[in-house]
């Protein structure tokens, strides 16, 4: 059984207003052990959607966790992590970010394209649903290969749930030559990926990464997987866990991965 949510917001994120304890008692109702809270942080967040700000209090962030990790020690492990939105330009700003405090675990998830986030319908209208996510994935690369301070890539391939028609322009096979690139980029540098299941909470019928870019990184040599939910409610913590877990062992992984202190650690499935 999965045991470990690795993907959760809570309020300090600006798009969820999630308490972290009503987080923290849903993760162990579920059965959860191990939970890793990790907001939002998104730096240079294009001015035009200025309704938000992606960023927090990191000093308060982390003190507060670290309260409340003291709090639930006996019933559940919480870990202190982050999810940084990437752009290529952000290399030593996220350097000295994520090194100023002692975090277990650094998503880095691409939200911003450019100077855009896909999430808005302005973008839609610019490109076919075929040149979205061939952006979205470039600049993923652009990414891999500017930014070094994070362990996992974040929900590969969720710009197909801003696409008009979501799946059906898109496939592994469509896209194999920058997925596979930025698979390969991915392991070689030691670090790894996540499987997360908003995919199927947006009602696509599959999780992100899709199962055969999933299986594609198994192939390739990739071990590091982690497994989240992405959960901006309580009620979404470890959504879907059990169909992750068959998703992991059809796509040949015995192990997922969680982090502690930046380190993975493998669990058997
Ligand atoms: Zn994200
Ligand atoms: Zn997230």
Known sequence: ????????HTAFSADSEADVHAVLNSAIE??????????????????????????FDSEAYVRGLETVKKEYAKKLDVRIGIEIGMQPHLGSFYKELVNQYPYDFVIGSVHVIGKDDPYYKDWWDKYTDRQMYQKAFDETLSNLDQIEDFDVLGHIDYIVRYGRRQEEA?????????????LKKVIASGRG???NTSG?????????????????YRELGGEIITVGSDAHKPEHVAYDFKRAEEVLKLCGFTYYTQFRNRKPEFLKI
Not at 170 to 182: A, G, H, P, Q, T
């Open 200 to 216: 199927w909470k947006y009602g696509l019928d599959f999780c992100h990464p899709h199962p055969d870019v999933l299986r594609r």
């Open 193 to 195: 990926i996540e499987l």
């Open 30 to 55: 579920k059965g959860m052990k191990t939970v890793c809270i990790t907001d939002h942080w998104d730096a240079d967040y294009p001015e035009k959607y200025e309704e938000v700000l992606f960023q």
């Open 1 to 8: 059984m999965i045991s470990g949510d690795f993907h959760i």
């Open 170 to 182: 898109y496939s592994y096979e469509r896209f194999c030559d920058i997925l596979d690139e930025v």
